[in-house]
């Protein structure tokens, strides 16, 4: 017996030599050699940072950031290793008492709470190579594989960097990757500046990083933070007292997710489209072309983070405050129920309609199954609403929204300081600073500029009467008010926003001159034909128009705006750095110190001056407002030397729109939104430094905004050459507000702004 004992002994454990030998030999499949495990190298998140090098985002394959053992805290390192693998400091790679133990209790006792015997080392290996199926061997052959793996690496690097590598790999849950990536995510601090507790905290993850993630599961992971602090209390890392201190805390994160939450998730992506440039033709040293989600690169921007902050809270809030006002304007109503084909075509486009038609469902059934209510979350701006409801409500909610954008861009250098670009990244990704929407009375200035070029005087008076231009269609553009007496001075038009003088400048100045210098300004890509142009019938995205704005402010130069102002490899090595490109003149210097001159006269008495009166703004700041057709758009810019600001305000459609100028106008609607940033900001910025005018120059411009036409006028107006015929103007039958709502011309050129 004892013989045959033996002999099955003997076969048994030439079996498993032979097993062992025929997974060490690749048999299984190729296992990595030293070479292989001395070249490891893990995928790094591009990291992005503003001008002061605080962290905003990051660009990945993989979310993580690999740091060296020198960077973890000590009490990290113990709590690691008192909780999964106590002998770790004392075997090569393989636990041979942690593996009898686990083979005597669960094979022989049943007993699955021993655990796995695997040791740190083990575990590593697993994580950087997987577990192949091998079927029904795929345990044995996977658990012999991570042994040999391990012996290896144990050889290759010292039990420091084995950690440093073991604590890069591991996941700790919302697809972040590695110590630093969690520590970022869950208290917003890299590893070095870890509490004992909240080291606690993630270790206590990597038993199951579902089920332990403090975020969702708050009162499961602070067990298993106390779990892990009496193994450090067990291993002598903590006194009794102290454990006990740290057990009776609280859970407490400082939840950091900037890939959802991140204070400028719409300049992010405008940053990744300028690095893809950037990195497009250069290779590092191998040869290989850089990888913005893979090579770790470290990426310096234009933001400023404290105006980004600011702006991004000031938006929020005024979005909030005029979404609330926009559902009581039009209460149970929708804004589009006199046009219904406007929804309908929304909703046929939908990716649910057109999921459904793809199944071959009719339109009847496809109806019937968007109308199934069900519970959901909205996004709103004054805050989330949880309903009962269907798609097709949730349609119509979003459809409601009002959205908008406002950009900060330093006109000197053209660094984009501050970028809002909708709502809310999550819900909303749309980017409205890069979208054209239709420029209303912004687009006088430019009018007046180029009038300004072909030597016109801006203290030639212009008739504010009303007139007709039969060679486009009858063409008669209205004022706000109604009035079309008297005679306006150039800055005096642009104060109060008067159309009919600014059409008479386009025509004296001629629509060549004004389209050319709209393309050498930037803001002719959606420029419309005839004079309504003169007054906003084109389009303009709120950052070209802000570098339109740059050229006022910076005394005629162009500027080209960017985001990106360094970047740098993993190690440190320059890879590129913005250098501004000689400028090129786009307009006299006198004509931007005249312009600078006229429109600080809008923010002082005309059309913005709530932001000196209401709002309290006390330096010096050139401004000009706008509202277009039905005020679905409304816009504000203001700037000075150093800093440019647009912002636009409005509805996914035209008919998304308020009806009165009361609430839906540029210094209404948008104004207040640079209005809230400034009380923040104001009291920081530096003393204004405006190009003081030459008496030349102030003599220009020295002429009152407004006069009385005299008989004297009128003799000239006979010599003089006009377009279009005078309309006489009778009193209205309807009030002058629903006049204005009449004809689709009207609703255009009647606005004030």
């Avoid at 006199?338 to 309908?344: D, G, L, N, S, Y």
């Avoid at 700041?621 to 409005?650: H, I």
Wanted: glycine share 6%.
């Amino acid at each position: 017996m004892r013989k045959w004992f033996l002999r099955l002994s003997f076969l048994f454990l030439s079996l498993i030599l032979l097993f062992v030998g025929s997974v060490y030999i690749g048999f299984w499949g190729p296992i990595p050699d030293s070479a292989e495990l001395k070249a490891i190298q893990q995928s790094k998140s591009t990291l992005v940072f503003s001008q002061d090098k605080a962290l905003i985002g990051s660009f990945y394959a993989v979310n993580r950031d690999p740091i060296s053992f020198d960077q973890l805290p000590e009490h990290l390192v113990q709590a690691l290793v008192a909780t999964e693998d106590e002998r770790f400091y004392e075997h090569a790679g393989i636990d041979w008492m942690s593996l009898l133990r686990v083979l005597v209790k669960t094979l022989l006792m049943g007993d699955s709470s021993s655990g796995g015997g695997s040791t740190l080392t083990q575990q590593l290996a697993k994580n950087l190579f997987g577990r192949p199926d091998f079927g029904a061997l795929s345990m044995p052959v996977n658990k012999c594989r991570e042994m040999i793996i391990s012996k290896r690496l144990e050889s290759i690097y010292s039990k420091d960097e084995i950690l440093a590598l073991y604590l890069n790999t591991v996941s700790f849950s919302e697809n972040t990757y590695g110590i630093a990536a969690g520590s970022q995510r869950f208290f917003n601090c890299p590893p070095k500046d870890l509490r004992i507790e909240e080291a606690a905290v993630l270790i206590g993850l990597l038993k199951a990083n579902t089920t332990f993630n403090p975020r969702l599961h708050p009162e499961k992971s602070r067990l298993r933070r106390n779990v892990v602090l009496n193994q450090m209390l067990r291993n002598e890392h903590l006194k009794s007292e102290q454990c006990d201190s740290l057990q009776a805390l609280p859970l407490d994160l400082d939840y950091s997710n900037l890939d959802l939450e991140g204070p400028a998730p719409y300049y992010l992506k405008q940053v990744e489209l300028e690095l893809k440039q950037i990195l497009a033709g250069k290779v590092k040293e191998n040869g290989e072309a850089w990888d913005a989600q893979k090579d770790g690169l470290r990426v310096y921007t234009s933001l400023n983070a404290e105006q980004q902050l600011g702006l991004r809270d000031a938006f929020r809030a005024h979005l909030a405050n005029w979404q609330k006002k926009f559902d009581q304007h039009w209460s149970s109503t929708n804004p589009w129920s006199q046009k219904p084909a406007f929804f309908e075509k929304k909703l046929m486009a939908s990716p649910a309609w057109k999921s459904y038609a793809a199944k071959g469902l009719s339109d009847d059934e496809i109806r019937e199954k968007l109308s199934q209510k069900h519970k959901m979350e909205l996004f709103h701006p004054a805050g989330n609403i949880e309903k009962e409801g269907s798609a097709i409500d949730s349609l119509k909610h979003y459809l409601r929204l009002l959205r908008g954008a406002s950009v900060l861009v330093d006109p000197q250098s053209g660094a984009v300081q501050a970028w809002v670009a909708g709502p809310d990244y999550r819900y909303l990704p749309y980017d409205n600073v890069q979208a054209a929407h239709t420029m209303a009375s912004t687009v006088k200035p430019f009018v007046m500029a180029a009038a300004l070029e072909a030597g016109e005087d801006p203290c030639e008076y212009q008739s504010a009467e009303r007139r007709e231009y039969p060679g486009y269609d009858d063409w008669s553009p209205r004022n706000y008010d109604g009035e079309y007496e008297g005679m306006y001075s150039m800055q005096g038009a642009l104060k109060k926003s008067i159309n009919t003088v600014t059409v008479a400048w386009y025509f004296k100045t001629g629509a060549d001159k004004v389209r050319a210098l709209a393309h050498k300004m930037g803001i002719a890509d959606h420029w419309a034909d005839g004079p309504s142009v003169s007054l906003g019938a084109s389009a303009v995205s709120p950052i070209d128009l802000a570098r339109a704005y740059a050229i006022f402010a910076n005394g005629g130069m162009d500027v080209q705006p960017y985001f990106i102002e360094k970047v740098e490899t993993a190690s440190g090595e320059l890879l590129y750095h913005h250098e501004k490109k000689p400028a090129k003149r786009i307009l006299k210097e006198e004509t931007a110190q005249l312009m600078n001159a006229m429109l600080q006269g809008v923010s002082k008495s005309g059309t913005a001056r709530s932001l000196h009166s209401i709002y309290g703004a006390r330096k010096s700041w050139a401004a000009k407002t706008g509202t277009s057709q039905n005020y679905s758009d409304a816009w504000f810019v203001a700037y000075r030397p150093d800093l440019v600001s647009v912002t636009w305000m409005g509805g996914i459609n035209p008919l998304i729109r308020f009806r009165s100028g009361a609430l839906g106008s540029g210094s209404t609607m948008a104004l207040p939104v640079f209005a809230k940033l400034l009380s923040k900001m104001e009291s920081h910025l530096s003393a204004v430094n405006w190009s003081e005018l030459a008496e030349s120059q102030k003599q220009i411009l020295d002429c009152p905004d407004y006069k009385e036409e005299t008989l004297l006028d009128d003799l000239r107006s006979l010599f003089k050459k006009k377009e279009g015929k005078a309309v006489k103007e009778e009193e209205p039958e309807e009030p002058i507000k629903e006049e204005k709502e009449g004809s689709w011309w009207g609703k255009i050129f009647k606005k004030k702004d």
